[in-house]
Nanobody, 120 residues
Framework: QVQLVESGGGLVQAGGSLRLSCAASGRTVSNYAMAWFRRAPGKEREFVASISRVGSITNYADSVKGRFTISRDNAKNTVYLHLNSLKPEDTAVYYC?????????????WGQGTQVTVSS
């Protein structure tokens, strides 16, 4: 497994922006597909965005499409999530996750999360 540490969360007003970072260690992150998930208060964890190992393929939840952008810098072993046009319903703990290059594998490495709070 790879160790993941998220940072960059905080309190922001609606319409504002944040950049979350996920620093990986222990393994070479370029071997892993990466994703961001979030858990809002009282809700199940949900998928936000994912990016392929070399960054050529990205996927987004409909709720964030056009507002959030996932990217990665494999030389820095870091994955980013750019959050724009934030809404109060984006308030959640955001988690970074890694999926190994094994057919059928799921995301099996998780960070501790970073809190994003959007005020109206």
């Amino acid at each position: 497994q790879v160790q993941l540490v998220e940072s960059g969360g905080g309190l922001v007003q609606a319409g504002g922006s944040l950049r979350l970072s996920c620093a990986a260690s222990g393994r070479t992150v370029s071997n892993y597909a990466m994703a961001w998930f979030r858990r809002a208060p009282g809700k199940e964890r949900e998928f936000v965005a994912s990016i392929s190992r070399v960054g050529s393929i990205t996927n987004y939840a409909d709720s964030v499409k056009g507002r959030f952008t996932i990217s990665r810098d494999n030389a820095k072993n870091t994955v980013y999530l750019h959050l724009n046009s934030l809404k109060p319903e984006d308030t959640a703990v955001y988690y970074c996750a890694a999926r190994p290059p094994i057919a059928g594998a799921s995301y099996d490495s998780w960070g501790q999360g970073t809190q994003v709070t959007v005020s109206s």
